[in-house]
């Protein structure tokens, strides 16, 4: 049975890393050191650090549920997708949107936005 | 009761049409034939599609309970409330956010994901 | 045990100010207010309608799961985020993604698409 309460990892007076109700998990993942990061290199962080989070809620990469992918720039959407397939396991890619967005700090070149399954809980 | 396990529905290696977990669906929809479309054609086959995935989840247009709608151009946006009205069943529809976004196809001039409600689950 | 029906609040023929299902509300919130409304302004009244529309859902402030921020401009990110910090009670901060996009309506600064849990479900 599904856990009711919420449960929010790493909490800042801004944002929860990740908040787990009911079975699912919310986080929203940009590159920790996107400073002279080449595009490879941030998602490289991202699917680093998205991975850390499923492990933190007690799931992982193969329970994504959706994913929103904010991308500055389209000229790096066909790598995008290159790295993106070679991470996810088969048979369990998520429901995905992509569009183009200005992101908050100019070195972002990605943000994704993440809904995950705890199955465990 | 609910069904704690992930079902997908077509997944491919970069998305699956469909996510289903804990009752709630998670899908996106572009025109699958946008080449030469006007607006209005692609916002119908949208809507054929969505029908399509909310059929294949045990769901249907009653059942939306979020919709987060990428428009290329506002000037699209009337002719968007009246086709997206004239869809929806009376006193149905989801919440709603709808910003102005470029899309990865020059050719797609709308992008929706979709959270609905499974409740046959 | 959580409701496994639909609930909306306010549903009109092109949204609903929350919809309700598996103790999961989706709402999305724009000043209701906007023409000559500075962007402190617009911030005060979309959480004045958040806290509102989550009353309305049987849950309050403290249980946001997820936030989706859309700006118009990023120099009103620092406003924002001091605002959101004094908003939100300690610990209690929602999975985040802030994004740049153009809105329906000029008058608009900023939209909030939340995801909170209704614990008393």
Redesign the interface.
């Known amino acids: 049975m ?1 856990d ?3 449960k ?1 990892i790493n ?9 787990i ?4 998990a ?3 993942e940009v590159a920790e050191a996107p400073e002279n990061a080449s595009f490879r290199v941030q998602v490289e962080q991202i699917f680093e650090q998205a991975e850390a989070s499923l492990q933190n809620a007690g799931s992982d990469k193969s ?4 994913a ?1 992918i ?1 991308l500055t720039d ?1 000229a790096n ?1 066909a790598e995008f ?1 290159q790295l ?2 070679a991470w ?1 396991p ?15 700090d100019p070195d972002y070149l990605l ?1 994704i ?1 993440f ?1 995950a ?1 705890v ?1 465990a ?1």
């Open positions: 599904a009711m309460t919420i929010r909490p800042t007076p801004r944002w929860s890393d990740v908040t109700f009911n079975g699912i919310h986080f929203v329970s994504l549920l959706s929103t904010y389209f959407f997708n993106w397939e996810l088969a048979g369990t890619a998520p429901s995905r949107a992509c569009v183009k967005a200005e992101l908050v943000e936005a809904v399954a199955t809980g």
